[in-house]
């Protein structure tokens, strides 16, 4: 298992484009991709998505770990399979969480 490329903050409507421009303005990261309801930032060698999220009251913070088999992965950690967080489409892998509840993106590595 392996630390994945990806950091997203899930944050309500009423704060995202003030957190956008801060990460934008303020803190000067360059913009890596723009997409309706979120704006992902270069972060070292990580993406940072500001994700705008409808039902979210605070901001909560995911990340990704990939593993070669998800499954067997999330069996090894003993975490709950959480996946009717978000569809998971073109990506190998499941929704899982720590004991402390961060959400994890445990997920097959795309190659190429």
């Known amino acids: 298992m392996e630390a994945g490329k990806n950091i997203a903050l899930?944050?309500?409507l009423h704060r995202w484009?003030?957190?956008?421009?801060?990460?934008?303005?303020?803190?000067?990261?360059?913009?890596?991709s723009e997409l309706k309801n979120s704006t992902g930032f270069e972060f070292?060698?990580?993406?940072?998505?500001?994700?705008?999220?409808?039902?979210?009251?605070?901001?909560?913070v995911w990340?990704?770990?990939f593993d070669d088999d998800p499954d067997a992965a999330l069996s090894r950690l003993g975490s709950p399979n959480r996946d009717e967080l978000e569809p998971l489409t073109e990506v190998t892998g499941h929704w899982t969480s720590?004991?402390?509840?961060?959400?994890?993106?445990?997920?097959?590595?795309?190659?190429?």
């Open 10 to 12: 899930k944050v309500p």
């Open 63 to 65: 990340i990704e770990l």
């Open 98 to 112: 720590d004991p402390a509840g961060t959400v994890i993106l445990l997920r097959k590595e795309r190659m190429g």
């Open 44 to 60: 070292g060698g990580l993406t940072l998505w500001i994700d705008r999220v409808a039902h979210q009251s605070q901001v909560d």
């Open 17 to 32: 484009e003030e957190t956008v421009a801060f990460y934008r303005d303020k803190v000067g990261l360059p913009v890596a």
